[in-house]
Structure formats: C-alpha cells, structure tokens
Nanobody, 124 residues
Framework: QVQVVESGGGLVQAGGSLRLSCTSSRLSFGGYAMGWFRQAPGKEREGVSY????????LYADAVKGRFTVSRDRAKNTVYLQMDSLKPEDTAMYYC?????????????????WGQGTQVTVSS
C-alpha cells in the first residue's frame, strides 16, 4: 500500500513559523513533481504550492506567495513546506500530493497519491 506521510503541523501564534515535511517509505519522490494542498473546515481543498521533479520550478498560490517556501531533499526522499509569517487564515489541514500528472498544478485530480494530512492551527 502506497503511503505518503506528512508531519510538522501544530499550533502556532500568528506571525510564527512551521515547517511541514512529506515523505514515503514506498514511493521514490525523485521521479515526481509534488504539490501541497490545504483544506479548512467547510471549504474545498486548495492548492498551496508545487515543486517540479528537478526542483527548479516552484509555484505558489497568491495567498501564500512570499511567505511559504517549498523545497525537496532527494537524499532524504522528503519534500518540505516552510511556512513563515503565518496568519489565522492559514489554519487548515495540509496535504502532500505526489506524482503530478498533467494540467493545472492546483487541481486535486492531477495527482496520484495523497497523504492523510497534518493539522496547522494559527492563533491570533
């Protein structure tokens, strides 16, 4: 069973930082473009960030641009999402998505594998 695992979520005050990690014991992320998504209660899942297989291309949703940074470490088979200057509106379950297939990077249907998510809560 393919398993993608996110970690690093938690409770933080507004203005603080968190770093999310995404890894797998079965998938080799090096061959995949990856995405980060989030879903707040009562809202649809939305794309947060994308990183290409090479890592040379990174894309961000307007709401997080300039505050979040996506990166990957091939040796550790891990993708990261560094989140700085966090705001209460960033509160959501954050998901890692692996194996971007085609189309818009923010489309949930464009990815093959998903993790179970890690909760991020930002207090005001």
């Amino acid at each position: 069973q393919v398993q993608v695992v996110e970690s690093g979520g938690g409770l933080v005050q507004a203005g603080g930082s968190l770093r999310l990690s995404c890894t797998s014991s079965r998938l080799s992320f090096g061959g995949y473009a990856m995405g980060w998504f989030r879903q707040a209660p009562g809202k649809e899942r939305e794309g947060v960030s994308y990183i290409s297989r090479s890592g040379l291309t990174t894309l961000y949703a307007d709401a997080v641009k300039g505050r979040f940074t996506v990166s990957r470490d091939r040796a550790k088979n891990t993708v990261y999402l560094q989140m700085d200057s966090l705001k209460p509106e960033d509160t959501a379950m954050y998901y890692c998505a692996a194996d971007f297939l085609a189309g818009e990077w923010w489309n949930t249907r464009a990815y093959s594998y998903w993790g179970q998510g890690t909760q991020v809560t930002v207090s005001s």
